[in-house]
DNA sequence: ATATGTGAATAGGTTCACAGCC
DNA sequence: GGCTGTGAACCTATTCACATAT
């Protein structure tokens, strides 16, 4: 398959066709008109938008039960991220699952943040601790942030926060299967 | 504290005042104009709204690393949601955490789902087998599924779907923190 | 004096309709 | 003929400004 046409994308992207097309023409015009895209260069040039066509390092805060589960997640390779490194406040507690990452003592967080040169983290802390390992990372190089925990993370505003809080998810869920 | 203003709501919601007002008019009103909102009551009204003014029970499917993580997970209960049930392909599969819900074999859910009458799953399966699962969640009573399978699930239009991808959310990071 | 609730204004996002190009 | 790219139309969401209530 060498070309794919928008509404063949919009399909599985679960959008529509209008949609898909005026979102890739803001970076470009990255099809031809009769033809459809080609797959090859569409995929190239995506990676480069997103900034995934170099391996992107990621390190990953707080070794707890999520954070064990995404560094066992192996569906970041293929979009291009590798996990480098963790680190946890206690590094030795006994984790069954065996994991390739090394996990560091939180002390050494800051040293070897810059050292690698990581600009993003993966927040997986208890809430209580949260803002200030955020500060920790941004102090450190780190410009984006994906939290886990179910609080607002207050960073300068060149640091750019995800949040994924899967009890609001639960919630939206439950509002609209209401009866 | 008795009650909260629009203001201090919004602050740690991280939105503006007239956002969270707004919001909160689109069921009725809330608060009380000179004082701001009752806490207790707003409490209530929005749990009401929510639907988890009662826990509500929700199912799990696919308890491998991300799945086992959340039924480890303690941050639902305090929202209003328990996970009352696990299924899995290999239910006697070794999972080193001790977790307190059952896992089922798959083949007990279509009878078990029906028979909880629960309204919610949280989908945790390989992407391979993802439509399939969900085909047979809505068949047994399913109205909303939390899905974190990276593809675009197929349902009915009355079921509600929420997806979680994690990818997704760091491929977006890496774009805005580019240089 | 203080803080909500809301119409009006503004901004942002989606869809339509079709011109333009292969 | 087929499919993209895009201005215009439309729709939805956010913010403003202030009337209203305590």
Redesign the pocket.
């Known amino acids: 398959m060498q070309t794919v046409?928008?509404?063949a994308l919009a399909k599985v992207a679960g959008?529509?066709?209008?949609?898909l097309?005026?979102d890739?023409?803001y970076f470009g015009?990255?099809?031809?008109?009769?033809?459809?895209?080609h797959v090859a260069e569409l995929s190239r040039r995506i990676a480069d938008e997103l900034g995934t066509s170099r391996l992107q390092p990621v390190v990953l805060v707080g070794v707890g039960n999520l954070g064990l589960a995404l560094l066992s997640y192996r569906g970041f390779e293929k979009e291009g991220f590798e996990i480098v490194a963790a680190f946890d406040v206690d590094p030795a507690r006994p984790r069954d699952k065996a994991i390739t990452q090394p996990i560091f003592d939180m002390k050494e967080l800051p040293a070897r943040v810059r050292k690698l040169g990581v600009r993003m983290a993966v927040l997986t802390v208890p809430a209580e601790v949260a803002q200030e390992v955020a500060n920790t990372l941004v102090e450190n190089g780190i410009a984006g942030i994906l939290n886990f925990s179910p609080i607002v993370l207050s960073v300068p505003e060149e640091v750019m926060v995800n949040n994924v809080n899967l009890a609001i998810e639960l919630e939206n869920l439950s509002y609209f299967i209401q009866v």
């Open positions: 046409s928008s509404e959008v529509k066709p209008t949609q097309r005026k890739l023409a015009t990255f099809g031809t008109r009769g033809l459809g895209y």
